[in-house]
């Protein structure tokens, strides 16, 4: 490339933003281009899916790393941390920054970083009910973006976290030692892994859900029901249908700490901590107020630049990948960001592969483009002892002329499965309790496979004195095991057959499991299955 290198700045240094980064350091080591990386928070990039395992105890700090800003900085990247994006000058290309970093570049008050390619990897905040007690502590989407990045007017209370962060995960961490009970506020996936991996470690938990089972967005109802008396069975209460309305207080230490949750039926749950679990909301304000288009998340095409500005893209949790013409009558675009690690990391790779084309003076390729809507993907609840997976659309029923429903119902086992067939191929699935079933119906699913000719074989993988093997192999080398990070079987047992004999050696040496971490089991598996006992 002639002239000075290509300037981009990165706002954003999570797991998405770091994955971007590594991407684009050959163009920066070549002299082709130029990055500057905003980080609001002062720790490198860390695995947000393993705070809740910090949390407990279950995962040392150092589990969390995924990138080496070290190795970054060597290379030539200018990495900010402690540092948070205020404003975006479009039309000098210019993005403001507060922060532990702004010195001597200072612009009234803040340092200006010039850009010719803007990258948003704000990701999402966590959103905070309104409830009483929680007054003002909500932060607007349509509020100026300031310093205190997720705070609304005031903090949040003392003994009330998100866990979305380190701190967060610092303050959970004593009540678990101690044995004290949590309240968990929302059954979604992410609320059920973390009640049920607390229990595990000694706190007393009670989960707080205004539906009739948990996880309603990724379960039918006996799907919902069996996970629920799972959970009863080790030691996680579940308040289904509590519709809570309060946050009760008491003094300590001459402040006001957190003491229970009240319901609209009166009843008063009392605990030491509160965590919230009420789902996120993509961080969008630093784009509204700088006149970017967004919905739910930042407005981007299939090649990831924003529909208002050229020079502007986004990835990861405030990305919503759409085009155009999905808008409707009044604006409005249905969808949202996908949420999840593995097509965050594809983004970023795929971005990151456009701008090193540019930056070397060429054409980026197909591979530097992503899908308007990607295959949903499997939700798994990683939980010790309870196996629980689902993907597509299971709502058919039985009698529905148009798909065959097959259903299987062992409330002594602790086991339903559901399976959804429509054109001869697997479009919808529940697994509870059997995790062998639930494996393969999940690479069935996310290979848009089809089922043996008689579903019910499926129950025989969980068999007591089962000898079956799958009608195809689900874990044959050029299956996908790890889908954050496109990893195969045939990868996998490369790395084995290499030296790596523990499923973290795997990671290092591959990236499998080191996204959702749902697919370690699968991994430990292959190890197993190449004679390698899984350390």
Known sequence: MKGRPLRVVLVGYGPVGARFVEELLPAIAAGEASLTVVGAEREDAYNRVLVAEYAVGAAARDRLDVTDTDAARAAGVEIRLGDVAVAIDRDRQRVLVEGDSVEG??????????????????????????????????????????????????????????????????AVAPVVAIG??????????????????????????????????PMARNLDEPG????????????????????????????????????????????????????????????????????????????????????????????????????????????????????????????????????????????AGRDAAVALRERPA???????????????????????????????????????????????????????????????????????????AEPSALLRLDASDSGSAPAEDPLGPAATVCWCNGVTAGRIGEAAASGCDTVDAVGRETRAGTGCGGCKGRIASLLAAAQVVPK
């Open 105 to 170: 570049d200072s612009v009234e008050g803040g340092a200006e970083l010039p850009y010719d390619r803007l990258v948003l990897a704000t990701g999402a905040r966590a959103n905070i009910p309104t409830l009483d007690g929680l007054h003002s502590t909500r932060r607007d989407r349509s509020a100026a973006p300031t310093p205190a990045l997720d705070q609304g007017a005031r903090p949040l209370p003392a003994g009330v976290v998100a866990l979305r962060d380190l701190g967060d995960a610092e």
């Open 180 to 213: 004290g009970t949590i309240v968990v506020l929302g059954a979604g996936v992410l609320g059920m892994e973390f009640a049920l991996l607390a229990a595990e470690h000694g706190a007393e938990v009670v989960v707080v859900h205004h539906g009739s089972a």
């Open 224 to 363: 919902g029901r069996m996970l629920s008396r799972a959970a009863r069975a080790r030691g996680v209460g579940m308040a289904a249908h509590a519709r809570a309305e309060s946050i009760g207080f008491r003094d300590h230490d001459g402040g006001r700490v957190f003491d229970g949750v009240g319901c609209a039926d009166g009843t008063y749950i009392p605990g030491d901590l509160l965590v919230l679990s009420c789902g996120v909301g993509p961080r969008v304000e630093l784009a509204l107020a700088a006149g970017i288009a967004c919905s739910a998340g930042v407005l981007v095409d299939e090649e990831l630049r924003s529909w208002t500005d050229p020079d502007v893209f986004a990835i990861g949790d405030c990305a919503q990948v759409a085009s155009p013409d999905d808008a409707d009558a009044d604006g409005r675009v249905a969808g949202a960001p996908s949420g999840l690690i593995g097509p965050g990391w594809r983004q970023a790779a795929a971005l990151a592969r456009r701008f090193r084309a540019e930056a070397a003076g060429g054409a």
């Open 378 to 452: 499997a939700v798994m609840l990683k939980a010790t002892g309870i196996d629980v997976v689902a993907g597509g659309n299971h709502t058919a029923e039985p009698w529905d002329a148009d798909a065959e429903v097959t259903v299987w119902l062992d409330p002594a086992r602790a086991a339903y499965l559901k399976t959804v067939v429509q054109e001869g191929a697997l479009t919808g699935f529940v697994s509870v309790g059997l995790p062998h079933a639930g494996a393969e119906l999940t690479l069935l699913f996310e290979r848009g496979g089809a089922l043996a």
